[in-house]
T-cell receptor, first 115, second 110 residues
Framework: GAVVSQHPSWVICKSGTSVKIECRSLDFQATTMFWYRQFPKQSLMLMATSNEGSKATYEQGVEKDKFLINHASLTLSTLTVTSAHPEDSSFYIC???????????FGSGTQLSVL | DAKTTQPNSMESNEEEPVHLPCNHSTISGTDYIHWYRQLPSQGPEYVIHGLTSNVNNRMASLAIAEDRKSSTLILHRATLRDAAVYYCILRPPMGGKLIFGQGTELSVKP
């Protein structure tokens, strides 16, 4: 099956710093990628949809200036959490859709802890 | 987005079948029924999807009610590795974003 690689798997940072999370589709071209966040014992919440070569579409309530998404190629999307604060600590998960549009393939997630 | 309702949790014994229900009474005529599962500390993985007819694959079976207002994911022989949160999601044709509900946390006892 298709593989989505997400890096890093976990990161600890100081409050006020920025953190970049990468999401790569390893064996297929992903025209669309989705970013989710998940708090403990809760479901996944969709943050934004990114299409290659265009601006991301953010869900209501998600600050686009805080969560910068770049989808510069068909195999790479990045999420940058800018000026991170402890309340941004969460599990961030990316997913990608390729030519088989019925399925989404998910990365293994990134656990972000902001001190 | 049409809503799905699932039990918060279910228990199963190892090597026994498991039936995970999902209600989706407001499903539209073109919505597909998708199931994903999420193991602890991992991203979700695709399990199965269908439109009207029952579906089988190597992981599970999907039984869809004739009126499409409910469906059941069937794991034929649960293993300890099947312990996960199972999400039933409605998705319009041509793909698009997946909106996750609360899901059912399945625990499997040896």
């Amino acid at each position: 099956g298709a593989v989505v690689s997400q890096h890093p798997s976990w990161v600890i940072c100081k409050s006020g710093t920025s953190v970049k999370i990468e999401c790569r589709s390893l064996d297929f071209q992903a025209t669309t990628m989705f970013w989710y966040r998940q708090f403990p014992k809760q479901s996944l919440m969709l943050m934004a949809t990114s299409n290659e070569g265009s601006k991301a579409t953010y869900e209501q309530g998600v600050e686009k200036d805080k969560f910068l998404i770049n989808h510069a190629s068909l195999t790479l999307s990045t999420l940058t959490v800018t000026s991170a604060h402890p309340e941004d600590s969460s599990f961030y998960i990316c997913s990608a859709r390729g030519t088989v549009k019925e399925k989404l393939f998910f990365g293994s997630g990134t656990q972000l802890s902001v001190l | 987005d049409a809503k799905t309702t699932q039990p918060n949790s279910m228990e199963s014994n190892e090597e026994e079948p498991v039936h995970l229900p999902c209600n989706h009474s407001t499903i539209s005529g073109t919505d597909y029924i998708h199931w994903y599962r999420q193991l602890p500390s991992q991203g979700p993985e695709y399990v199965i999807h269908g439109l009207t007819s029952n579906v089988n694959n190597r992981m599970a079976s999907l039984a869809i009610a004739e009126d499409r207002k409910s469906s059941t994911l069937i794991l034929h022989r649960a293993t300890l590795r099947d312990a996960a949160v199972y999400y039933c999601i409605l998705r319009p044709p041509m793909g698009g974003k997946l909106i996750f509900g609360q899901g059912t946390e399945l625990s499997v006892k040896p």
